[in-house]
């Protein structure tokens, strides 16, 4: 089986591959860098609409099967967001330190006990046959004051999962990938192709 990820992140590609390939034995999987496709407008204000519109183009251009997903941080204090916005939420796509820095400066005066927080992420697939899926992950957790580790990406560094006392970039790939929003999401989701 040969399938393709919509995304050109290579956390994210190393993150996908580790989590599908004990699901998918013998798969080829391929990041979407390997393809000449632009980049789709991300114009949804859900999670799965976004994840679709990448899973649906990718699949389309390459004939291939092909898995996205949309992902991000939704604050309870902040009412959900940056949510759907995670990515951008500066105002410029994928700057992820100016990103966790405009949320720490947001939540600077928010105590403790305000601060929980979920990493949501839901992933799609889309065949050429026009087949598609989708499932979704949650992993809850709280907010902290400043960055911690050296692991993963995003908001990580200040995102502490629920019943740990480090913060996600503090994990080591396979601890992160276990309990994670992503990895359940794709878990659920390779269990139907």
Same mark, same amino acid.
């Given at each position: 089986?040969?399938?393709?990820?919509?995304? %050109?992140?290579?956390?994210?590609?190393?993150?996908?591959?580790?989590?599908?390939?004990?699901?998918?034995?013998?798969?080829?999987?391929?990041?979407?860098?390997?393809?000449?496709?632009?980049?789709?407008?991300?114009?949804?204000?859900? !999670?799965?609409?976004?994840?679709?519109?990448?899973?649906?183009?990718?699949?389309?251009?390459?004939?291939?099967?092909?898995?996205?997903?949309? /992902?991000?941080?939704?604050?309870?204090?902040?009412?959900?967001?940056?949510?759907? !916005?995670?990515? %951008?939420?500066?105002?410029?796509?994928?700057?992820?330190?100016?990103?966790?820095?405009?949320?720490?400066?947001?939540?600077?005066?928010?105590?403790?006990?305000?601060?929980?927080?979920?990493?949501?992420?839901?992933?799609?697939?889309?065949?050429?046959?026009? =087949?598609?899926?989708?499932?979704?992950?949650?992993?809850?957790?709280?907010?902290?004051?400043?960055?911690?580790?050296?692991?993963? !990406?995003?908001?990580?560094?200040? !995102?502490?999962?629920?019943?740990?006392?480090?913060?996600?970039?503090?994990?080591?790939?396979?601890?992160?990938?276990?309990? /994670?929003? =992503?990895?359940?999401?794709?878990?659920?989701?390779?269990?139907?192709?």
């Amino acid at each position: 089986m040969k399938l393709v990820l919509a995304t %050109r992140n290579p956390h994210k590609v190393a993150e996908l591959r580790a989590i599908l390939l004990p699901l998918l034995p013998g798969a080829q999987i391929l990041g979407a860098e390997a393809f000449d496709v632009p980049e789709p407008v991300e114009d949804e204000v859900t !999670f799965a609409g976004n994840a679709l519109i990448k899973a649906r183009q990718l699949a389309e251009a390459t004939g291939l099967l092909a898995l996205a997903d949309d /992902s991000g941080i939704c604050v309870d204090a902040m009412g959900g967001a940056p949510g759907v !916005f995670s990515a %951008r939420w500066c105002g410029r796509h994928g700057d992820d330190a100016a990103n966790l820095e405009l949320l720490l400066a947001q939540m600077a005066d928010v105590p403790e006990r305000r601060r929980g927080a979920s990493f949501v992420c839901a992933a799609a697939m889309a065949a050429p046959d026009g =087949r598609e899926e989708v499932a979704e992950g949650v992993m809850r957790g709280s907010l902290l004051f400043a960055p911690r580790g050296e692991n993963g !990406f995003g908001y990580d560094p200040i !995102f502490r999962p629920e019943g740990l006392s480090v913060s996600s970039a503090e994990l080591t790939p396979e601890r992160k990938e276990a309990i /994670s929003h =992503r990895g359940k999401a794709f878990r659920a989701l390779a269990a139907r192709i």
